[in-house]
C-alpha cells in the first residue's frame, strides 16, 4: 500500500462530538428550559378532506393554565404562505389549515398552556364542527379527468409535469433487438428519526430578534422563517449549535417553526412545540417519495441497453415544498453507472389528501435506483444471462471520466467494475451461490442480490432552476471561518447545524491537516444564524466536499497569511520557505525559522512587523460555490447536477421461510467507493445506517393509508423499523477514485448505503421467488406481499 | 382535569444515588419527571409507546421503559439514567468509552437508551457473544448506526476487560 499523503484525514479518530452524547450531555430542541416557556398542544384535523364549519375554542380558553387557542385563520391573516418548490402560485400552504382540511392530521388548532399535559387537556375541549368534504386518496384516481381536487384553484391535482427527452430515444428503440416493460411502485416511507421535531422560540420586544432553537437541517431555513413571519433577515435569528437527534433529510419543520415563532411572538413569552409520535407520523409533514414507475428499456441481444423510456408518477401529498423537486435530483444520475446512449423521462407530481411529502435521504435517488436496478435483473432474466455480466457489459469503464451522461450531467470519476468485483470478492460470491443452492435445498426460498448505483453528491440545487425557470438559483455555497487566537489556538465557525453527521469531527480534521495541527486542539463551533456565513445545510451528501472544502479554503488564507509574514521577517521570498507542524523555516537553512507562536505574536500585536498592507489579526473566511456549479439549464433540461459522484455496490444473500415468508438477511456486502474519506469511522458508520434504512424500506416500512385517506401506520407497531434482529452483519468494502473536483480528493456519502440497498435487496427476493415463478414489484415485500406472490404463482391465471 | 395539590402524590425515589422527594401529578411518566423535574435531560423520549427504547433506565437495575411507567410507580425505586452511569463527572464507563472509539453513535438521540441497554447486558454477562449482544440491544431502536458499530464497540468493551 502506498503512504498516505494525509496527516490526519482518512485516519482513525474519534468523534469529537460523542462525549458529550455518551455522558448525556447533548443540547437537543427539546432540552432548551427557559424561565416563562410555555408548551403547544395541537388539534389536528380527523378527516382527510373537510371543510371547517366553525371552531368554539370558549372552554378550552377557559381552562386554568391556557393562555391562547390560536387557529389556521388567524394564523394565515398574520404570516405569508410557505413556498412551494415549483411555479404553483396557487398550491398555498400554511402551519395550519383554514376553511378546509387536506389531510388527516393537518393542524387545525394549537393551544398554549403552562404545561404539555394543561395543553393537551384543553386541545380535547376545542370544538371544531367539520363537514366532510370527498377525498382523493390513490395518485392515480387523482390523475382522472373528473377527479376531486385537492386545491381547486390550482386547476389540476398535478403540480408538476415535465416530459425530458435527451438523445435520440426513438431512433435508439428502433435500432434495439429487444424492448422490455414494467411496473415498479416504491411505498411512502421515511427514514423517521427517533427524535421528533421540536422547536422553541423566543421573541425579544427590545431588541426586536426571535430567538429560534429547532431540530432543523434545511437550507435557507432562517431566511424563510422570516419571510413567512414577515420579519426582517436580521430579526430572527437561528441557533445551529442545538444538536438534531436525526434527521436524513426530513427535519423541515419550517410549519413547525413559523407556527411557534409566531405565538412567542403574539403572546411575549418563550414557546415550546415538541411533536409526540402520533404528531410526527401523521402531522409532522415528513413522508417520503410515493412513486409509482413505468420502464421500458431497449437493449440488444448480446445485452448492450441502448436507451431507456422512464415514468414517475409521485405522490407529494396534500401540499408541496421540496417533494417535486425529489424527482429532479434523479436527472444527474438517470443513467446509473451504465452507457444508456438515451433517456425520456417523463417526471410528474402528484397531490393527494395525504400527509405532504418532503426530503428524504437521498432525494428521491434511491427510489429510481430501485426501478432502475430492477429492470437490469428482469433484462438479464429475459436473455438469460448473468446479471453482474450484463452490468459489467453496460457499466462506464474507469478511463471514461469524465462522463458526461444523456441528461447533462459529468460524471466526475469512478471504477465501477472494481468496486463490484471487490463486493463480489468479499462476499465470496461462488461459496455465495453453493449456500444459497444449500439453503433451497433445504427447503428454504433463497435468493442472491445484487445492485450497483451512483451516489451524487455535493449538494447542488440544479433542481430548483430545472422544474421552475422563474428560480434562477445556481449556487449552493457552503462557508467556513477560521481564527487563531493570541494563544495560537484555532477555532472555526461553520453556519448550520448537525443532526449526526460529525460535521465538527470533520471540519477540524480539515482544518488541522492544511495547518499541521492536532485535530483535536481545534475547537469547531456552530454560530448562529446572524453570526454565521451563507449554509446550505448538510442536505445532498454535501458537507465533505463543500464545508470541508470552504474550511480548507479558510485555512489555507490563514496559512499564506502566515508565509507571508515569515517572508517578510526571514527577508526571504515565499518560495524559500518550508511550513512545517505550523512552523516555518528557510529551505536548507534551518536556523532561520519562526515558530507558530511567534508568527500568531506578529499578526495579532506586531503591526510594525507585518507586511506593508497586511491586515492584522489572524481571521479567515471563503465561501465556496459548488464546484462544477453555476449554470443554469438548457432549454431542453439538461444540467449539471451535483458536482462528484460516489458509488456502491451492494451484494446480498436472503433466505425467505416459506411457512411465514419471513425474510432474513443473511449476508450484506457493500462496495462503496466515495473517493478520499476523511473520516472513515464515520463514512462507515452513515453507510451502515443507510443500508438499514433501506432494508426497512425494501422489507418493512409504509406509510399506509385507508382508502378514506386515514394513515394506518401511526405508531411504531404498525410502522416497522429495523432492529438489530432484523439488520445483519455488515461488511464494507472500500475502494478510493479522488474526486478532481475537490480539495483532497473526497466526495460526499451522507445518503451512501440507503441508494443501493433497497435495490438489492428487492433484488435477492425476486431471485428467491423466481424458483416458484413469482415475483414482486412493489416495495417493502412484506410477509404478506411475498406470501400473496406466492399464491399468485400457484393459482392458475 | 386541572391539576391541583389535593392530587398530586408525595414519592420517593433515588435517583443516580441521590435521594429525592417530590410531589407530581400521578398522569407524570417517569421519563418526564426525570426531564422536567429533575433536569436530567440524557434520558430521551423518542416515541412514547414503547418501542424505540430511547427512555430506558435502569430501574432498580432493571431496564425498563420510562415511558411507560408513571412516575409514582418508581416509589422507594432506584433509578439509574445515563447521567448516573459513569463513576465520577467527566469519567466514561468501559462501554461508554468504547462507544466513542468504535463510533457507535451519530446523531446521539438513541445513545442514552442504548448505553442502558448494553450496561444492563455487561452486568448480567460479562463476555457476550455478538449474538448476544445484536439480541440484548434489539429493544431499542437506532436510525443512524445500523447496529454495527454498537455491536463492535460491546464487544471491544467486553473483550478488552477479560484480557
Known amino acids: ?797 | 382535569m386541572t391539576a391541583s395539590n389535593t392530587l398530586l402524590k408525595s414519592i420517593q425515589i433515588q435517583v443516580n444515588g441521590t435521594h429525592q422527594h417530590r410531589l407530581v401529578e400521578p398522569r407524570t411518566s417517569l421519563v418526564d419527571f426525570i426531564r422536567d423535574e429533575l433536569g436530567l435531560t440524557g434520558t430521551h423520549v423518542g416515541c412514547e409507546h414503547g418501542v424505540c427504547g430511547a427512555c430506558t433506565v435502569l430501574l432498580n437495575d432493571e431496564p425498563v421503559r420510562s415511558c411507560c411507567m408513571f412516575a409514582v410507580q418508581a416509589d422507594e425505586m432506584r433509578v439509574t439514567t445515563v447521567e448516573g452511569l459513569a463513576p465520577e463527572r467527566g469519567v466514561m464507563t468501559k462501554i461508554q468509552d468504547a462507544f466513542c472509539e468504535k463510533h457507535a453513535l451519530q446523531c446521539g438521540y438513541c445513545t442514552p437508551g442504548m448505553l442502558i441497554a448494553c450496561h444492563a447486558l455487561v452486568a448480567d454477562n460479562p463476555h457476550p457473544t455478538e449474538e448476544q449482544v445484536r439480541d440484548a440491544i434489539s429493544s431499542n431502536i437506532c436510525r443512524c448506526t445500523g447496529y454495527q458499530q454498537i455491536v463492535d464497540a460491546v464487544m471491544y468493551a467486553t473483550q478488552a476487560e477479560g484480557k
Not at chain 1, 66 to 93: C, F, I, S
Not at chain 1, 122 to 131: G, K, N, R, S, W
Not at chain 1, 216 to 242: C, E
Not at chain 1, 499 to 511: D, I, N, P
Open chain 1, 1 to 797: 500500500m502506498s503512504k498516505s499523503p494525509f496527516r490526519f484525514i482518512g485516519k482513525h479518530r474519534r468523534a469529537v462530538e460523542h462525549k458529550r452524547f455518551v455522558l448525556g450531555q447533548g443540547h437537543f430542541a427539546a432540552d432548551i428550559q427557559i424561565q416563562g416557556m410555555l408548551h403547544i398542544a395541537l388539534v389536528a384535523s380527523p378527516y382527510a378532506s373537510a371543510k371547517i364549519k366553525s371552531i368554539d375554542v370558549s372552554q378550552a380558553l377557559a381552562m386554568p393554565g391556557v393562555h391562547t387557542v390560536l387557529t389556521g385563520e388567524e394564523l394565515r391573516q398574520n404570516t405569508e404562505a410557505m413556498l412551494p418548490g415549483v411555479d404553483a402560485p396557487q398550491v398555498t400552504r400554511y402551519p395550519m389549515a383554514f376553511d378546509v382540511t387536506r389531510y388527516a392530521g393537518e393542524w387545525v388548532a394549537a393551544v398554549v398552556a403552562d404545561t404539555r399535559a394543561l395543553a393537551e387537556d384543553a386541545a380535547e375541549l376545542v370544538m371544531v364542527d367539520y363537514e366532510q368534504l370527498p377525498a382523493v386518496v390513490d395518485p392515480q384516481e387523482a390523475l382522472l379527468p373528473n377527479a376531486t381536487l385537492v386545491h381547486p384553484a390550482h386547476g389540476s391535482n398535478v403540480i408538476f409535469h415535465r416530459h425530458f427527452v435527451w438523445g435520440p430515444v426513438d431512433q435508439d428503440f428502433a435500432q434495439c433487438d429487444h424492448q422490455l416493460s414494467y411496473r415498479v411502485s416504491w411505498a411512502r416511507n421515511a427514514t423517521v428519526p427517533i427524535e421528533t421535531f421540536a422547536v422553541a422560540c423566543q421573541w425579544n420586544d427590545s431588541t426586536g430578534i426571535l430567538d429560534v432553537w429547532a431540530s432543523i437541517q434545511m437550507p435557507k431555513f432562517p431566511d424563510q422563517m422570516a419571510k413567512a413571519l414577515r420579519l426582517t433577515g436580521n430579526a430572527v435569528r437561528v441557533h445551529f449549535d442545538v444538536d438534531v437527534g436525526g434527521s436524513y433529510g426530513v427535519k423541515r419543520g419550517l410549519k413547525h417553526s413559523v407556527l411557534v415563532g409566531y405565538l412567542a411572538k403574539k403572546l411575549g413569552r418563550p414557546v415550546r412545540l415538541v411533536e409526540d409520535r402520533l404528531e410526527n407520523m401523521r402531522g409532522g409533514d415528513m413522508q417520503g417519495p410515493d412513486r409509482i414507475f413505468d420502464v421500458t428499456l431497449g437493449f440488444q441481444n448480446n445485452g448492450e441497453i441502448k436507451s431507456m423510456r422512464m415514468k414517475a408518477v409521485d405522490d407529494i401529498g396534500a401540499y408541496s415544498g421540496r417533494s417535486p423537486l425529489q424527482l429532479g435530483k434523479p436527472v444527474g444520475a438517470i443513467v446509473g453507472p451504465y452507457k444508456i446512449n438515451s433517456v425520456s423521462y417523463d417526471a410528474m407530481a402528484v397531490m393527494t389528501h395525504k400527509t405532504p411529502q418532503e426530503a428524504v435521504r437521498g432525494f428521491g435517488q434511491a427510489p429510481t435506483n430501485y426501478a432502475i436496478e430492477t429492470g437490469i435483473d428482469k433484462v438479464a432474466r429475459f436473455l438469460k444471462l448473468d446479471r453482474i455480466a450484463l452490468r459489467r457489459l453496460n457499466m462506464i469503464g474507469k478511463d471514461d471520466f469524465p462522463y458526461l451522461i444523456p441528461s447533462g450531467t459529468s460524471y466526475d470519476s469512478g471504477d465501477y467494475d472494481t468496486v463490484m468485483t471487490k463486493a463480489l470478492n468479499a462476499a465470496s460470491y461462488e461459496e455465495l451461490l453453493k449456500e444459497r443452492d444449500a439453503l433451497r435445498a433445504a427447503g428454504q426460498l433463497a435468493g442472491i442480490g445484487i445492485s450497483t448505483c451512483l451516489e451524487p453528491s455535493g449538494g447542488n440545487a440544479s433542481f430548483e432552476p430545472l422544474f421552475n425557470p422563474k428560480n434562477e438559483t445556481t449556487t449552493w455555497m457552503d462557508s467556513c471561518l477560521v481564527r487563531v487566537d493570541l494563544s495560537g489556538s484555532v477555532t472555526a465557525l461553520m453556519g448550520t447545524s448537525t443532526s449526526g453527521q460529525a460535521h465538527e469531527t470533520m471540519v477540524s480534521t480539515v482544518v488541522g491537516e492544511v495547518l499541521h495541527r492536532e485535530p483535536d486542539s481545534i475547537r469547531v463551533l456552530h454560530a448562529d444564524s446572524l453570526n454565521a456565513l451563507p449554509s446550505n445545510s448538510p442536505v445532498g451528501s454535501r458537507m465533505a466536499i463543500m464545508l470541508g472544502g470552504a474550511a480548507a479554503g479558510a485555512t489555507k488564507k490563514i496559512k499564506n497569511k502566515l508565509l507571508q509574514i515569515a517572508a517578510h521577517n526571514l527577508g526571504v521570498a515565499l518560495e524559500q520557505l518550508d511550513y512545517e507542524g505550523g512552523h516555518v523555516q528557510v529551505k536548507n537553512e534551518p536556523e532561520k525559522k519562526l515558530s507558530w507562536d511567534a508568527l500568531v505574536e506578529i499578526a495579532h500585536r506586531k503591526f510594525h512587523k507585518l507586511p506593508q498592507g497586511m491586515e492584522p489579526g489572524l481571521q479567515e473566511k471563503f465561501v465556496w460555490e459548488v464546484p462544477s456549479g453555476g449554470m443554469l439549464p438548457t432549454a431542453d433540461g439538461r444540467v449539471q447536477m451535483y458536482p462528484c459522484h460516489s458509488f456502491e455496490s451492494h451484494v446480498v444473500l436472503v433466505s425467505i421461510d416459506p411457512g411465514t415468508c419471513k425474510v432474513t438477511v443473511r449476508k450484506y456486502v457493500c462496495g462503496h467507493d466515495c473517493g478520499v474519506m476523511i473520516s472513515p469511522d464515520v463514512v462507515h458508520g452513515m453507510t451502515y445506517g443507510g443500508i438499514a434504512h433501506g432494508l426497512g424500506a425494501a422489507l418493512m416500512e409504509k406509510f399506509a393509508f385507508s382508502p378514506e385517506g386515514q394513515l394506518l401506520a401511526g405508531t411504531f407497531m404498525d410502522y416497522l423499523l429495523p432492529s438489530s434482529a432484523e439488520v445483519p452483519a455488515i461488511t464494507i468494502v472500500d475502494h478510493c477514485t479522488p474526486s478532481p473536483l475537490t480539495e483532497f480528493g473526497q466526495k460526499g456519502s451522507g445518503e451512501a448505503g440507503y441508494l443501493g440497498s433497497p435495490a438489492a435487496i428487492a433484488s435477492a427476493v425476486n431471485d428467491a421467488l423466481s424458483t416458484q415463478g413469482a415475483k414482486i414489484d412493489h416495495l417493502p415485500m412484506t410477509p404478506q406481499a411475498i406470501w400473496t406472490a406466492l399464491n399468485d404463482a400457484k393459482s392458475p391465471a
